[in-house]
């Protein structure tokens, strides 16, 4: 099962805007005093709320930086979290928007499904993945988009499933890999990032594939 579904909604920003509300100004408990602008569909369903300040004492640099909270047509929360809008244009004179801090991320049935970090647009520190029965189904820690040190996938159940570690990015060793009843079971050959993993479905523990690894990248595709 595919958990991130979300993760791919992010987030050209100058392209969301649709028609946008005016600015509202609100009290807030860091920033004191701000603003919020409110973005609608054609359908006048709201998309997107950002609660933001443009005061030189919280930027830091930036042109603004504040909170966005992203959401499904039904009203629902899709994802949330902190966001900084650069000083710098691109070349069509737009400012770039970048995702920093910890983001949150949501099934249109409220279900909270990722939590990730992330620093200049890019993943960064700690992630956690939940199964839509609210269990954890993965967890590691990214180093700007790279995976690094142990990345952890559990079954639906609950059961720890495998345990990889990572360099810069690379899967590079197996240290613990079980079936769905806690069971050590064999992986495959991966050893220092070249070899084979076993891939298992997280809801039944049923084999689905191998996958080829050769210098710590997936190259089953290529075989």
Do not use: C
Not at 184 to 210: A, Q, R, V
């Amino acid at each position: 099962m595919n958990i991130r579904v979300v993760i791919i909604l992010l987030f050209v920003f100058s392209g969301l805007y649709a028609q946008e509300s005016d600015e509202t100004e609100v009290s807030h408990p860091v920033y004191g005093k701000a603003f919020v602008k409110k973005i609608y569909n054609d359908n006048a369903k709201l998309l997107n709320k950002l609660i933001y300040t443009r005061d030189t004492t919280y930027t830091k640099g930036n042109f603004e930086i504040g909170e966005w909270i992203h959401y499904y047509e039904n009203g629902k929360i899709k994802a949330k979290g902190t966001y900084v809008n650069l000083i710098n244009r691109d070349f069509f004179g737009r400012r770039m928007t970048y995702k920093t801090g910890e983001w949150l991320f949501y099934t249109d049935d409220g279900k909270l499904t990722e939590v990730t970090n992330y620093k200049n647009d890019k993943r960064h520190g700690k992630y956690i993945y939940y199964h839509s029965n609210g269990n954890v189904a993965g967890k590691g820690e990214f180093n700007e988009d790279k995976l690094v040190g142990k990345a952890m996938k559990f079954f639906e159940n609950g059961q720890l499933h495998r345990v990889i570690n990572y360099k810069d990015g690379m899967a590079f060793n197996v240290t613990e890999f079980y079936d769905k009843n806690g069971k050590t079971i064999n992986f495959g050959t991966l050893k220092d990032g070249n070899g084979t993993i076993k891939i298992y479905d997280l809801e039944s523990g049923m084999f689905l594939e191998t996958m080829v690894i050769k210098d710590g990248y997936n190259v089953s595709d290529e075989e």
